[in-house]
């Protein structure tokens, strides 16, 4: 039995969130995530997944993201399409604007307006963005190939469209990161390239090429550890690649560290993809897994979580 102690409110937000990891309820929990995540930053044989759902880009959470790619704090990114196509609209100058949730959505439907929550944007310049994509498939076809290799050419065309700015795709880009997209089509990404089909353009993502590519990764990995924010299909998609290495004779025994941020809640039987406790029946998580889930919005941990590894100096020099 270990006391707990008062937590010290300190500067140092390295130093604020160990001393919550020694309090209780989801402080302790967001304190103990950060000691799970340097972990696996620490352990040289350790390939770290991201899974990433819900608006983060449009709520601000890109720079957070990006430097977390750029310190190598993660080595494959799976996300919504969703956030790579609000990632891609921030690269190319297209903003999303602080509003309000409590609107008159008929008006702002009749003034052009997409409302996300609490955030605002021009449904106008998304449509742009729609068509710019519908138009880079028409440079690339024929094309047929996994969402990792579509992502990775349209980063390097991102790159070239707007070489000053800088996004989460392009660091990825930078960096070597793989990025899926296993529900491409339920995206605006997916909507640009309907528009190219329907021009006559053979543009093809295979998505089951998508599982087979991560699950190679997963299979060539000593140990792997994922951070989930928010749940949904980036988190299942990481968490069968381990179901599949075992029938293919790649039994790894399930991820070796893991951790959520939701605000989802167990006792409805979900979790966007159940509870990492859950997930051991599955061998979805190894039994041994330093494993935590926090029941916190993800734009309040998600920076909180970032700043304190970096204040504590956590390093990787380079990923798996």
């Not at 819900?54 to 977390?68: F, T």
């Not at 999303?96 to 609490?118: N, V």
């Not at 793989?178 to 093809?204: H, K, Q, T, Y």
Request: aromatic share 8%; glycine share 10%; hydrophobic share 40%.
């Amino acid at each position: 039995m270990k006391p707990t102690q008062p937590v010290v409110p300190s500067e140092n937000v390295g130093e604020l969130l160990a001393g919550m990891s020694k309090t209780g309820f989801q402080g302790r929990r967001l304190g103990e995530s950060v000691e799970v995540w340097a972990g696996m930053i620490r352990d040289p044989d350790c390939t770290i997944l991201l899974g990433l759902s819900g608006a983060m880009i449009p709520a601000g959470m890109q720079r957070v993201l990006m430097e977390l790619a750029g310190r190598n704090f993660f080595d494959v990114l799976v996300s919504t399409g969703a956030n790579i196509f609000h990632d891609s609209c921030e690269h190319l100058g297209i903003r999303h604007y602080q509003g309000q949730h409590h609107a008159d959505d008929a008006e702002l439907f009749s003034r052009g307006i997409d409302r996300i929550h609490d955030i605002y944007a021009y449904e106008k310049e998304f449509r742009a963005v729609d068509r710019r994509i519908a138009d880079f498939g028409k440079t690339i076809a024929p094309f047929r190939g996994s969402s990792r290799e579509f992502i990775e050419r349209w980063g390097r065309q991102l790159r070239k469209d707007a070489p000053q700015a800088r996004s989460l795709v392009t660091t990825c880009v930078e960096k070597g990161i793989p990025v899926f997209i296993p529900a491409l089509a339920d995206s605006s990404i997916g909507i640009g390239l309907v528009m190219a089909r329907r021009d006559g353009v053979d543009v093809e993502v295979d998505q089951i090429a998508d599982v087979d590519e991560i699950t190679g990764m997963v299979e060539g990995s000593r140990r792997t550890g994922v951070v989930y924010i928010g749940g949904g299909v980036p988190k299942n998609f990481i968490q069968q690649t381990q179901v599949i290495a075992s029938i293919h004779d790649q039994d790894h025994g399930g991820h070796d560290y893991a951790i959520q941020y939701t605000t989802d809640a167990p006792h409805w039987g979900g979790l966007s993809g159940c509870t990492f406790e859950e997930a051991v029946s599955w061998g979805k998580e190894s039994p041994t897994a330093a494993k935590v889930q926090v029941f916190c919005d993800a734009t309040i941990a998600l920076p909180l979580v970032t700043s304190a590894l970096i204040a504590r100096g956590e390093k990787r020099a380079k990923g798996r």
